[in-house]
């Protein structure tokens, strides 16, 4: 069958440039068993990274990004899944070293996919996507480490940094939905009315996390925290947290490097948990998928979510690497 996919294409002088075209069934890569016909990829910060050959993430051109995809199962040589089957796949370089969900027809593993789980629609699976499973697990860490909405431990609110973009208003609207107070962390003051809509109760300038400080340890202000920038405000937000508190360290937006000592962890018992979505065991992520489904708000997804076509998604990988997404963009291949 011929279908349509964004092929991004390295060219001579080494520029990374990417046109919608048709290709076949026999195009894809071999080696998956699950034929899945499409129904919505989704943006995220790697999606751009992998359209514009940043962080080397892509080997091998011509590619076909898209890191997650929600689609029907067309054809199946493993007898987990049979045509007609709703899948999610998120995760193992799927869209990175292999060919992804930005086509109407894509070809993975088995090992790969989740089934839809009840209660969502294949759109809201995959504007919640990556981001939203990620949201998902960093609230399911700062929980088993003892967060609970009564403003336990400590008595601050709960911080996200970079929450204006993907993970991060997904984090607001669902630790909000929750019970939780939140703190939302934006550079960009445009969006506070956004976030506030989202259920933020408070709005905190980038500014004043990004100012470096020479004492490891201040006021504690925060009962925990999503951390989608590192780099110096992440250096600066650990001294912050309330006695006892986790911070769940999902992104580096803003740097991969931090600076902090050992007194927080010493003298505060401060959790730093690492968050990733990618090598999440099959159980793991049936439950983080189910908690979405329960967790997310999904009458504000039509103030999260923008639909773009497989056209426009050179464009928008510029403007999520420029820090410009608000939400989430929604890719529909078939329109
Ligand atoms: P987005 O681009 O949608 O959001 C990132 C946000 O970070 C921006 O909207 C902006 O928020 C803020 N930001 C951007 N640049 C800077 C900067 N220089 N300094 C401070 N803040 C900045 O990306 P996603 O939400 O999709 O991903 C967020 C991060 O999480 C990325 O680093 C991504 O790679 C990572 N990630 C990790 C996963 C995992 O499994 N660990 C899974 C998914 C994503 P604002 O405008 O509000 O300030």
Request: net charge negative.
């Amino acid at each position: 069958m011929s279908f349509r996919a964004l092929k991004v294409t390295q060219n001579d002088d080494g520029s990374i440039t990417g046109d919608v075209a048709q290709i076949n069934d026999a195009d894809l890569p071999e080696g998956g068993e699950v034929l899945v016909d499409v129904d919505y990829s989704n943006l995220n910060y790697k999606d751009g990274l992998c359209m514009t050959g940043g962080g080397r993430l892509v080997r091998d051109y011509p590619h076909i990004p898209g890191v997650d995809m929600v689609g029907t199962v067309a054809e199946s040589s493993d007898d987990r899944y049979t045509p007609g089957d709703k899948v999610v796949v998120t995760g193992w370089r799927y869209g990175e070293i292999w060919w992804g969900g930005y086509a109407q027809r894509t070809r993975v593993k088995a090992d790969w996919c989740v089934p839809l789980a009840e209660g969502l629609t294949p759109r809201q699976a995959m504007s919640l996507g990556t981001a939203g499973l990620t949201a998902t697990l960093a609230i399911m860490a700062l929980e088993n480490h003892g967060l609970t909405p009564d403003k336990g431990p400590g008595k601050g609110d709960v911080l996200v940094t970079g929450a204006a973009g993907g993970v991060g208003s997904i984090a607001v609207a669902m630790l909000a939905h929750r019970g939780y107070s939140v703190a939302a962390v934006t550079g960009r003051p445009e969006t506070a009315e956004y976030l506030t809509s989202l259920g933020a109760s408070k709005i905190v300038p980038r500014e004043e996390l990004a100012e470096a400080t020479t004492r490891p340890m201040e006021s504690a202000l925060w009962a925990g925290c999503i951390d989608n920038v590192g780099g110096a405000s992440l250096s600066r937000l650990i001294g912050q947290m309330d006695y006892g508190a986790s911070v769940a360290a999902v992104g580096n937006a803003s740097g991969i490097k931090i600076e902090t000592t050992v007194l927080p962890f010493l003298l505060r018992g401060v959790n730093l948990l690492g968050i990733d979505s990618v090598m999440q065991p099959y159980d793991n992520r049936i439950q983080a998928w189910k908690n979405a489904a329960a967790w997310m708000p999904f009458d504000k997804l039509d103030d999260v979510v923008t639909e773009a076509r497989l056209e426009d998604m050179m464009d928008y990988a510029q403007a999520i690497l420029k820090g410009q997404i608000k939400g989430r963009v929604l890719v529909n291949p078939n329109t």
